[in-house]
């Protein structure tokens, strides 16, 4: 007897289990089968990303399906329209040998008519998406009201997308007496009410810890600058030749431009985002699943429902506002028992929301430092060794061997592989040789002591003043985003905003002050000069010149609009706006559009 038909799974079920190769269930499977095949229950299981669930409720509700009866049976709500799809062909695969039953997919971005074209031919099993099911239970296309079986899976996800609605109108429609199947990575209170309100005494089973990361994966963070983010992405690329990943961005703004730049900058990379297309969202995932990309860089709700085994490293580019999500991210890699990475690029400020996932995680993170320069050279250059010694000869080169003999003539064997490695090692080199350190040292306490004594602030931090403020537009959200984007910083390196009437002050790290001063030199809104100085209190008021600071048109500029309306209006949408940077040469100015963080 096999393993799963000790579970208790029927013969159509085993020969395609046999077909598809599986040969032990996962922990998730083998507790969660028996309960569902033995009893008419309700279940919350809990599971990492990457362990069977599909298989899980899959082969049970497959098995319990009157395949002879064309009436919708079986309910499979999920996140996103390639979870939907995914999890629909593999109850395809699953149900290969059972004749007559039916499972389609509903979802959005796809013609409704032929979906229900599908429905109404018959489907025992409908596997949807939240919004494009409601949608079709209003039209009246689709009946729940006689279902036995309905499925929540990655349930959490669903809620952390904003369906709670939705789903509490779907299970609203379906009968009290169905058995109801909740799967989900981690419990967050949300998905806890729902399942105190639509289920019945549930069963519970946990895979590993509640909350917790799983232990195929192991958890780095980087400690850097905030301007320095991509260069430190980069860097982990070029340290990890073999990366095959997934780079997770908090806006499809900040997603786009960082996946514009690397492909730019020769790496093979792609976006994922809502803003894309369904046939561009389809085209780039069939090229990540080949590996023609390397690095997918996605929002966390574009990245639902990626299902790739291989995925070696997740790439934190900024942290997500939930715990959660951190969750799921780093589900994406270490699946299907397989190890994988999740990175973490942070600044000093964020080194609290590490402590804070590693609770609830129950795992611990290692301080690990971006690679230096030369560092990378070397690791590159013993990857083209290994690269060159294991590549199959191609036979075809036979032809061309006595030429290229003729211009090698001469060359000893060092003399040849030194010039070999050489084509590959050079070009890092030259990129790498001489760049700075980009590691942030956590500073010890008297440093920080010595940072507050040195610039006139408390903590390590430095105050500046800026003139701009409520006449302008501003309160302090939409000022901290005009600095975040102009400065092209974090929004946690800028803290403190305080928004005046025609001025405001902020603070900073000290080490960004140099780079926030240079920004602020000879800068202009709207033919109108912004000027930051360094002040000369920790909670503002009056203001001394700092020697960096080239603020010398401020007065001037002042002067100019004493008594008359200022040029250019800085409106709360101020922040969205791009500034323009005056270079001054040879008593000439002339207008240069700043040069992005990317």
Not at 365 to 385: D, N, R, T, W
Not at 513 to 521: A, C, N, R, S, V
Not at 527 to 538: A, K, L, M, Q, T
Request: charged share 30%; glycine share 8%; aromatic share 8%.
């Amino acid at each position: 007897m096999t393993k799963f038909e000790a579970l208790g799974l029927n013969s159509a079920l085993l020969n395609a289990i046999t077909d598809l190769g599986f040969e032990t269930p996962s922990e998730v499977q083998e507790k969660s089968i028996p309960i569902l095949l033995e009893d008419e229950t309700d279940l919350v299981a809990l599971a990492q990303t990457g362990t069977g669930k599909t298989a899980a409720f899959g082969f049970p509700l497959i098995q319990k399906i009157d395949s002879n009866s064309r009436t919708t049976q079986g309910l499979i709500l999920s996140p996103t329209r390639e979870l939907c799809l995914q999890i629909t062909n593999e109850m395809q695969l699953y149900s290969k040998y059972v004749q007559g039953l039916n499972t389609v997919a509903i979802y959005g971005g796809a013609s409704i008519t032929e979906q229900a074209r599908q429905i109404k031919r018959g489907a025992q099993i409908v596997v949807a998406t939240p919004g494009r099911m409601k949608d079709m239970i209003g039209r009246g296309i689709i009946d729940i009201s006689k279902i036995d079986y309905c499925i929540l899976d990655e349930a959490d996800e669903m809620l952390n997308m904003g369906f709670y609605e939705d789903i509490k109108d779907i299970l609203s429609n379906t009968p009290k007496e169905k058995s109801t199947w909740l799967f989900s990575a981690t419990m967050p209170k949300e998905v806890a009410t729902i399942a105190k309100k639509f289920m019945h005494h549930p069963k519970e089973i946990t895979v590993g810890t509640k909350n917790s990361g799983v232990d195929t994966v192991q958890h780095e963070y980087y400690l850097v600058g905030g301007r320095d983010r991509y260069s430190a992405l980069k860097r982990l690329s070029d340290a990890n030749p073999g990366i095959f990943s997934v780079v997770f961005c908090r806006t499809k703004r900040d997603t786009q431009k960082v996946a514009e730049k690397l492909i730019e900058d020769g790496y093979n990379a792609g976006a994922l985002h809502g803003d894309l297309s369904q046939n561009q969202r389809d085209l780039v995932m069939n090229a990540f699943r080949k590996k023609q990309i390397q690095m997918l860089v996605a929002t966390d709700v574009a990245a639902r429902g990626i299902d790739v085994d291989d995925i070696t490293h997740v790439i934190n580019y900024q942290l997500p506002d939930e715990i959660e999500t951190y969750t799921h991210r780093s589900g994406r890699t270490g699946r299907a028992g397989k190890s994988g990475i999740s990175m973490v690029i942070i600044t000093r400020s964020e080194l609290r929301k590490i402590h804070a996932i590693e609770k609830k995680i129950k795992q611990n993170f290692i301080a690990k430092k971006i690679p230096s320069g030369i560092e990378i050279c070397e690791i590159q250059l013993y990857h083209l060794a290994n690269k060159i010694r294991t590549t199959e000869i191609n036979e075809e080169v036979n032809h061309y061997l006595p030429a290229i003999h003729d211009v090698l003539e001469g060359m000893d064997r060092d003399e040849l592989i030194q010039k070999i490695v050489s084509v590959e090692f050079t070009r890092f080199y030259n990129y790498y040789n001489k760049t700075k350190d980009l590691n942030s040292v956590e500073p010890d306490r008297r440093e920080k002591n010595k940072g507050a004594s040195d610039d006139f602030s408390s903590n390590g931090s430095v105050r500046y003043f800026i003139n701009v403020g409520e006449r302008d537009g501003y309160d302090w959200m939409s000022l901290k985003d005009f600095l975040k984007d102009t400065l092209q910083l974090d929004k946690n390196d800028l803290f403190r905003v305080d928004v005046k009437e025609s001025f405001s002050f902020f603070n900073s790290e000290a080490a960004l002050k140099d780079q926030i001063l240079e920004t602020f030199t000879d800068f202009k809104v709207n033919g109108r000069f912004v000027n930051v100085e360094v002040s000369d209190s920790p909670e503002g008021g009056r203001r001394r010149r700092d020697k960096g600071a080239k603020g010398k048109r401020d007065g001037r500029d002042r002067n100019k609009s004493k008594g008359k309306k200022r040029e250019g209006s800085f409106s709360k949408g101020g922040s969205r706006r791009s500034g323009t940077k005056q270079v001054t040469s040879s008593g000439n100015r002339r207008s240069k559009k700043r040069d992005g963080f990317y």
